[in-house]
């Protein structure tokens, strides 16, 4: 039998429309965001500077490197033979650089400074040759010259003595000591030896000034060990009776930070174990 004329049949799979996925998109799941991370703290600011300046302050600063250095401890008794007498009252309105060293030391020395400090004397049976009166200790000869430079208003008459070792012989100081002197800069190690030589004098010694400036690694008279136990050393054996018997009185020169002080310090005794 024919099919019927423009019969509208067509095949199944053409007639059907092809099936589509689900419109419904599939949920990520969720992930929680990373907790908010705070911003790590300022730090710190650094310790206010602990600057000692009363003679009070020093005494008690040089007390402390003195026991740390021999490792003693002085008792009530010893420690009452100390006194700010002792310590030489600098101004607290002029600062203390190598340009202004003069001016405290006149101040140090009161009314008799230009006889104690500038006078040349004459050769006779009061000539005190070799012993000065003023006697700054650094701890390189490179520092030693800045403050000989320093001191040049009281050297003009009376020429001061340079005591460190680089590039001068010990046979030149010798002979130098043999005139009169009223100042003189040096390094610990070659002034204890002129002095254990007799060609440095201390009769006329009445201050001596202990350059606390820090170079720019931190270093200083105080806290380089080679350097510190000589100065150690020149002090107990030549200083020390006499800063108690009145007649010697000591000046710490440049600003004492006690904070970076004790910092830097620590820092090379642990180093040193």
Not at 10 to 34: E, Q, V
Not at 190 to 201: S, V
Request: some cysteine.
């Amino acid at each position: 039998m024919a099919k019927p004329h423009g019969s509208s049949v067509k095949h199944g799979r053409n007639h059907l429309k092809p099936k589509t996925k689900s419109s419904k998109k599939l949920k990520k799941p969720k992930h929680k965001p990373p907790p908010q991370q705070l911003p790590p703290p300022p730090p710190l600011p650094p310790a206010a500077p602990e600057l000692l300046t009363t003679a009070s302050q020093h005494l008690e600063f040089f007390i402390q490197q003195y026991q740390s250095a021999n490792r003693i401890q002085l008792s009530s008794l010893e420690l009452e033979s100390f006194t700010d007498a002792c310590i030489v009252k600098l101004s607290e309105s002029v600062p203390q650089d190598v340009s202004n060293l003069s001016e405290h030391m006149k101040a140090a020395f009161g009314s008799s400074w230009k006889e104690a400090l500038c006078k040349k004397q004459l050769p006779g049976k009061n000539s005190e040759p070799g012993s000065p009166s003023l006697l700054t200790i650094s701890l390189s000869a490179l520092r030693s010259l800045e403050l000989f430079r320093g001191l040049k208003p009281f050297t003009k008459d009376c020429h001061a003595a340079k005591l460190f070792a680089k590039h001068l012989k010990i046979e030149d100081q010798v002979s130098c000591l043999k005139n009169h002197v009223n100042v003189a800069c040096g390094t610990p190690s070659r002034i204890k030896k002129l002095i254990d030589m007799e060609a440095l004098g201390l009769s006329r010694l009445s201050v001596v000034v202990l350059d606390m400036h820090m170079d720019v690694k931190g270093y200083s008279l105080f806290n380089i060990p080679q350097i510190r136990d000589e100065f150690w050393e020149l002090y107990t054996t030549h200083f020390h009776q006499r800063l108690l018997d009145g007649s010697l009185r000591i000046c710490l020169y440049g600003t004492i930070d006690a904070n970076n002080f004790k910092r830097r310090t620590k820092g090379k005794s642990d180093a040193d174990e």
